[in-house]
């Protein structure tokens, strides 16, 4: 059974960090591109981030300079390293593991404010 569990995810101050963890069982995490997408109340799930099987990453403008994605693959684990937090920030975070098939984990809360 393929599972994906995000985790870290908490109410943080303006200013502040969190890392965020997505735990992969069931597949051979190394051979999945892995994103981070969030939701925030109202709007639709876009995407944050993403590493790729070789490591390549990419990161959407809002997040440049303030969010770090990686991977630890002798952990099945993918981070996602969110510094300067900003309100705008305040979302369900989901990670997605996609290569031949996709899943998705079932989200964790961020909440950024004072």
């Known amino acids: 059974q393929v599972q994906l569990v995000e985790s870290g995810g908490d109410l943080v101050q303006p200013g502040g960090s969190l890392r965020l963890s997505c735990a992969a069982s069931g597949i051979r995490f190394s051979a999945y591109t892995v994103s981070w997408y969030r939701q925030a109340p109202g709007k639709e799930r876009e995407l944050v981030a993403r590493?790729?099987?070789?490591?390549?990453?990419d990161y959407r403008d809002f997040v440049k300079g303030r969010f770090t994605i990686s991977r630890d693959n002798a952990k099945n684990t993918v981070y996602l390293q969110m510094n300067i937090l900003k309100p705008e920030d305040t979302a369900v975070y989901y990670c997605k593991a996609s290569w031949i098939l996709t899943y998705w984990g079932q989200g964790t809360q961020v909440t950024v404010s004072s």
């Open positions: 590493i790729s099987s070789s490591d390549t990453t």
